[in-house]
């Protein structure tokens, strides 16, 4: 069964750090990796989605990397803001099947301005 | 623009009571699905299908039921209602295996 673990569960940075989340998966047989954000109270906002045979993908200050072999993805934000402030979401699609994306439990991001 | 909605936004039902929560999709989307997400638990799968009558299990489906007469809309019913059944639920959609899943905005559930 696949498990997605996301470290730290909660992050506070100073306004124009660069950082990084990480994300792990116990299963490397992966179709795809999504990252997505959440407001409070709010629904999922898409970010960015790698495929398998990627390694990583840019949309604006932000870049995610895949390693499948090792199982990790790591989601790098460059010069946040107090905007950035969210909480990031990890999740894997297996590649057996057309099995559903899971999730991580994520990591709450502040950044104090 | 195309769309995932869901309603009602926000519910309180009684313990024992049937519930559905509607999820429509414009996308023209194969795929849809139905998480809840709990503090300390994340999202967790509840049904999900990939087509017109098609409809599957995922992690936490007892108490759940949905079914899929056309592409638009999976609705999702809480056969009779718990109040472990509180949570905010979230209906996704996806074109196709290698596509991103989009999500609605969630309907929030609450069971007294």
């Known amino acids: 069964k696949q498990e997605v673990t996301q470290i730290p569960a909660a992050l506070s940075v100073p306004e124009g750090e660069n950082l990084v989340l990480n994300c792990s998966f116990t299963d490397s047989a992966i179709y795809n990796l999504q990252w997505f954000r959440q407001d409070p109270g709010k629904g999922l906002t898409s970010l960015l989605l790698i495929q398998s045979s990627q390694r990583e993908q840019t949309s604006g200050r932000l870049n995610a990397s895949l390693d499948k072999s090792s199982g990790r993805s790591t989601l790098y934000i460059a010069a946040s803001q107090p905007g950035d402030s969210a909480t990031y979401l990890c999740?894997?699609?297996?590649?057996?099947?057309?099995?559903?994306?899971?999730f991580g439990k994520g990591t709450r991001l502040s950044v104090i301005a | 623009d195309a769309e995932i909605t869901q309603s009602p936004r926000h519910k309180i039902t009684e313990t024992g009571r049937q519930v559905t929560l509607a999820c429509h999709q414009t996308?023209?989307?194969?795929?849809m699905f139905w998480y809840r997400q709990d503090l300390g638990h994340g999202l967790r799968l509840i049904h999900y299908s990939y087509g017109v009558q098609d409809t599957n299990k995922g992690e936490v489906s007892d108490g759940y039921s949905v079914s899929r007469s056309n592409t638009e809309d999976l609705p999702l019913t809480l056969e009779s209602a718990a109040s472990s059944q509180t949570s905010v639920y979230f209906c996704?959609?996806?074109?196709?295996?290698?596509?991103?899943?989009?999500f609605g905005s969630g309907t929030r559930l609450t069971v007294v």
């Open positions: 999740a894997v699609k297996g590649n057996s099947g057309n099995t559903p994306l899971v």
């Open positions: 996308w023209n989307h194969n795929n």
């Open positions: 996704a959609s996806s074109e196709a295996l290698n596509y991103g899943y989009t």
